[in-house]
């Protein structure tokens, strides 16, 4: 093993703070041994002191050991079948047998239930469209909820997305 007697060690860190902004710190830190030289777990060391220092700049917390970063939790993969989204509908939407409920009459239960985000929504009408592949009749029912085109589904009002959903899942196929 060679012996280092001195050195730098310099880390960048850059975390994105939105669209087309970023944080950027760079940490060097020099350092000298004496005349029997650095170690590894000495430079180990002043490496996790730039990581901390740099990290500490961007606001990001710093790992308690090692140098690699904690690492993030993955998003759930979809699956080809759509059992993510098939879930994601089922917590969202009534069965298709039970009729449309009067959007006037809404009651205790409807009011503690989330709102159905965007996402959720637009997600659904993808799901939807790939199996009936009728997009004339989406169109047509998002133009009914949300008015006349360019309107798109976000645009549908919160109140009124539970029917929008149980209505498109009554929407025929295309033929």
């Known amino acids: ?61 710093s790992a308690a050991s090692g140098l690699s970063r904690p690492k993030l939790a993955k998003p759930p993969v979809v699956a080809k079948t759509g059992s993510l989204v098939a879930s994601a509908i089922e917590a969202t939407v009534a069965p298709a047998s039970t009729p449309a409920a009067d959007p006037a009459a809404v009651t205790e239960a409807d009011a503690s239930e989330p709102p159905i985000d965007d996402a959720k ?18 169109r047509a029912l998002i133009a009914e909820f949300a008015g006349a085109p360019p309107k798109r589904a976000p645009d549908v009002p ?13 929407l025929p196929p295309l033929k």
Request: net charge positive; hydrophobic share 45%.
């Open 121 to 138: 929504l637009v997600e659904h009408i993808m799901h939807v469209q790939a199996r009936i592949a009728n997009g004339p009749a989406i």
């Open 1 to 61: 093993m060679a012996m280092v007697t001195n050195g730098r060690v310099v880390y960048v860190r850059r975390v994105r703070t939105g669209d087309f902004e970023h944080k950027e710190a760079t940490v060097e830190l020099s350092f000298a041994a004496g005349p029997n030289g650095a170690g590894e777990e000495t430079i180990r060391e002043i490496a996790q002191m730039a990581m901390a220092r740099a990290e500490a700049m961007v606001g990001v917390a």
């Open 158 to 170: 919160q109140d009124r997305r539970k029917e929008f959903l149980v209505r498109l899942e009554k």
